[in-house]
């Protein structure tokens, strides 16, 4: 990539030399780079005080040993590891992945991009991610828990309610978080806030299952009615994915009066032209555990198709990514373009190319960028936290007003830093660029001691 900025471009390249077959971290960085050049072009102080070329580092990579017993009495061995990528603003805080494309790339370009969304938030956490290569698909229970058990028996060196808090991610639902919790407690002696997620009887937050997706959709309903006098009601939705992220942004989606018609999963994906039916998809998903093209056999009207990128060829009026990284492609998005879709918000973490986004900004779309319409999770996660700190718990509507004014103001806040550092309504760039303030500003007044 290329920058203006001579300094930018000396910490890029040198973010590229040093991390050599990490492209996920090296796209993630670059994204955040190319939006700081007018904040380091109007602040020497950035390059004075070295804080581009400290973000960018990771304050600690560990990664570690996992072995546990499978049900054959087969020794299996997995690959832990927890970034703790910057601490400025407070405990790292970051979910836990666990899925066969987790690698160091991976988890370092998600511990990065949660430094400027946990900033967005307006919340005291720092940020960090981790996670593991296991794969939980087809395991038993027992398999679950003994490997969870293991990966926490060495994550319990490194976390702690003032030091770190994982959460869920990929992989990672109540049933995982609720075996790693367990464990930590009985390794600590201790009953703390250490993750988040949790299960409701042991101090979970009412309203953290449908976070991120509600706020995908509190965002987007915001974004629409400020830059376009719009909203989602009577809006065609396009929804990638049928996990926890996807579920709550359709369920909210309807809310609002839109009509989600597709989910998907890494198969394949379900079209159903008279709006998806989320009793039939949450039986199929969270108590069966099954893949989404049981769908049709439930559903009439409804049909499957093999392959995940063909969802993106249903037309819409709004497209809600909330997969996997880098799931729309160049192609994908000019399909979209071309189907009139008006409307991309990213649910999942970075799920557009640079090159899509770029399309997307080039026709005009209204383009909410993962960093700050995703961070409805981690927000209440912050919530969770603030509750167990306190030791009491806030029924299902106040956590979900904080929620929803949280979500207002972080689309205020990209939008206004757009206008004042960018062009107007590059939401790329002012999410980047909000988070970034915060966060640097912290790391001026610590000193250099990372
Ligand atoms: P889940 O594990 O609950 O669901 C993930 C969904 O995405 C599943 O339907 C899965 O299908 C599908 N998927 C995974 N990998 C691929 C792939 N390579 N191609 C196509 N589909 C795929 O995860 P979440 O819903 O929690 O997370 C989804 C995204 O949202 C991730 O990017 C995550 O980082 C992000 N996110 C999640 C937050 C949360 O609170 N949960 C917070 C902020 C961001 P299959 O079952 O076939 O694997």
């Known amino acids: 990539m290329e920058f203006k900025s001579e300094y930018l471009q000396r910490v890029y390249d040198k973010v590229v030399k040093t991390n050599p077959g990490e492209p996920e971290f090296i796209q ?25 070329d400290r973000i960018v580092e990771p304050e600690r990579m560990i990664s570690f040993r996992v072995s546990w017993v499978d049900d054959n009495g087969k020794v299996q061995v997995n690959r832990g590891y927890r970034c703790q990528f910057n601490s400025a603003i407070g405990p790292y805080k970051g979910g836990l992945r666990l899925h066969p494309s ?113 706020g995908l959709l509190y965002f987007t309903e915001e974004m629409m009615n400020v830059m376009k006098n719009d909203s989602v009601a009577g809006k065609t939705i396009v929804v990638s994915g049928s996990g926890n992220v996807a579920i709550y942004a359709t369920e909210k989606a309807t809310q609002l009066g839109g009509k989600v018609v597709a989910l998907s999963d890494s198969n394949g994906y379900i079209y159903d032209p008279n709006g998806i039916n989320l009793d039939v998809v949450k039986q199929i998903k969270e108590v069966e555990r099954k893949r989404i093209k049981e769908y049709v056999d439930r559903v009439d009207g409804a049909t ?84 167990n700190s306190e030791r009491l718990s806030w029924t299902f509507e106040e956590v979900d007003a904080k929620l929803k004014n949280i979500m207002v103001n972080i689309f205020h806040n990209a939008y206004n830093a757009s206008k004042e550092y960018s062009e107007e309504g590059n939401l790329v760039a002012g999410a980047n660029i909000a988070g970034f303030l915060k966060v640097a500003d912290a790391m001026k007044w610590q000193g250099i001691a990372y």
């Open 28 to 52: 993630a960085v670059g994204e955040v780079l190319e939006s700081l050049e007018p904040v380091v072009a109007k602040d020497s102080s950035y390059e004075e005080n070295g804080i581009i």
């Open 304 to 387: 499957y198709t093999e392959g995940c990128k063909g969802i993106w060829t249903i037309p819409c009026d709004i497209a809600l990514p909330c997969a996997t990284q880098n799931e729309i492609d160049a192609e994908s998005a000019e399909i979209l373009i071309k189907n009139g879709t008006k409307v991309v918000a990213e649910g999942a973490n970075m799920p557009s190319t640079p090159e899509a986004i770029a399309k997307f900004q080039a026709a005009g779309l209204l383009f909410g960028p993962a960093k700050a319409a995703n961070a409805g999770g981690v927000a209440t996660s912050g919530l969770e936290m603030s509750q």
């Open 102 to 214: 987790v690698c160091p790339s991976v988890i370092k370009f998600l511990g990065f991009e949660q430094i400027f969304k946990n900033s967005l938030t307006s919340l005291p956490m720092g940020g960090g991610k981790g996670g593991s290569n296991f794969d939980p698909k087809g395991k038993s229970d027992g398999e679950i828990m003994r490997f969870c058990q293991s990966f926490m028996t060495e994550l319990s060196k490194h976390i702690g309610a003032d030091t770190d808090v994982p959460a869920g991610d990929i992989g990672t639902g109540a049933r995982e978080i609720g075996y790693m919790f367990g464990q930590y407690k009985r390794l600590r002696n201790e009953f703390t806030g250490v993750l988040t997620g949790k299960g409701l009887s042991y101090g979970g937050s009412l309203a953290r299952t449908e976070a991120t997706g509600y």
